[in-house]
């Protein structure tokens, strides 16, 4: 069985920074590929962020510049550092996981695995 476990969501205030982390586990599971979604109420799922295992990374441009995906050594843990946090990130954030190699890095239906999410909320 394969689970993501996400982690450090909160409320801070515009500005602040928040650190995510997401541990994927599973007897003998390698990720080729872990990415961060988020959705807002009303909205829909759009994509974040996703780091491969050879250390490439992909962003939305809503994020870039302010947002860095990373992970662990053994690459079983991914991590979304945010920064200067806007009112406009306030959503539920989700970790997500494939085999699959190159192509839709910040589209959802292409994943096979996912968090149950925590909620980031951004105060003006």
């Known amino acids: 069985q394969v689970h993501l476990a996400e982690s450090g969501g909160g409320s801070v205030h515009a500005g602040g920074s928040l650190r995510l982390s997401c541990r994927a586990s599973?007897?003998?599971?390698?990720?080729?590929?872990m990415a961060w979604f988020r959705q807002a109420p009303g909205k829909e799922r759009e994509g974040v962020a996703a780091?491969?295992?050879?250390?490439?990374?992909y962003y939305d441009d809503s994020v870039k510049g302010r947002f860095t995906i990373t992970h662990d050594n053994a690459k079983t843990t991914a991590y979304l550092q945010m920064n200067d946090l806007k009112y406009e990130d306030t959503a539920m954030y989700f970790c997500?996981?494939?085999?699959?190699?190159?192509?839709?890095?910040?589209?959802?239906?292409?994943?096979?695995?996912w968090g149950q999410g925590t909620q980031v909320t951004v105060s003006s």
């Open positions: 997500a996981s494939r085999l699959r190699d190159r192509g839709g890095e910040l589209v959802g239906a292409e994943y096979d695995y």
């Open positions: 599973g007897n003998g599971y390698q990720y080729n590929c």
């Open positions: 780091i491969y295992t050879d250390d490439t990374t």
